[in-house]
């Protein structure tokens, strides 16, 4: 004969694993309906202050970029003044730009609204620990002293698709910019 008690229990136990698996996969739906993937532009925005004669460094962090073909845009301000202050002195400025050589990312500067690319040159570079960057060529600016002046940068960094493959995935990528300015 079969044993009812154990015949509950089996029933109560498949009953059981139907219910778990059942939730599992209503949670991955209703999960499904409100999730999405969004890609944005980032607006981030870096301002140097140039009112001492002193070399400044920023490193950008790019977070999630990825090989989508998009371009994120980053501000960059390069003033004389800061907290009512005003460089005493003219003063002259170079911008360095120095990226690791991880991922290959293709970068654009571009002065105020100009749409041409102010990037000159890149170069290998080798530091002292023997790490490989890319350094590009600098650009020089001008401030008159006691004018308050700033100079807007929009620095463009593009991931193309055609580099849409696993070997990327946990690449980091470091950017610095290098604003270095002395009197005249």
């Known amino acids: 004969m079969i044993d009812k008690e154990r015949f509950s229990l089996f029933g109560k136990g498949v009953i059981f694993v139907v219910g778990i698996f059942l939730s599992l996969f209503l ?18 925005k870096i301002a140097f202050y140039v009112v001492n004669a002193k070399p400044q460094t920023q490193q950008i962090k790019i977070g999630e970029i990825a090989p989508d073909g998009q371009s994120y845009r980053y501000s960059v301000e390069i003033n004389n003044f800061k907290d009512n202050k005003v460089s005493e002195v003219d003063m002259e400025y170079t911008m360095n730009i120095r990226t690791t050589t991880n991922i290959p990312v293709n970068y654009e500067l571009y002065l105020g609204n100009d749409t041409t690319n102010i990037i000159g040159t ?26 308050e002046k700033t100079d807007r940068f929009t620095f463009v960094v593009s991931f193309p698709n055609t ?22």
């Open 27 to 44: 949670i991955k739906q209703v999960y499904g309906i409100f999730h999405t993937d969004a890609s944005g532009i980032a607006a981030n």
């Open 122 to 147: 890149k170069e290998i570079v080798q530091d002292a620990n023997g790490m490989y960057f890319f350094k590009f060529s600098s650009h020089a600016g001008n401030f008159v002293h006691g004018v």
């Open 163 to 184: 580099y849409n493959d696993a070997a990327y995935q946990d690449l980091i990528e470091t950017i610095e910019i290098t604003v270095d300015a002395r009197q005249v």
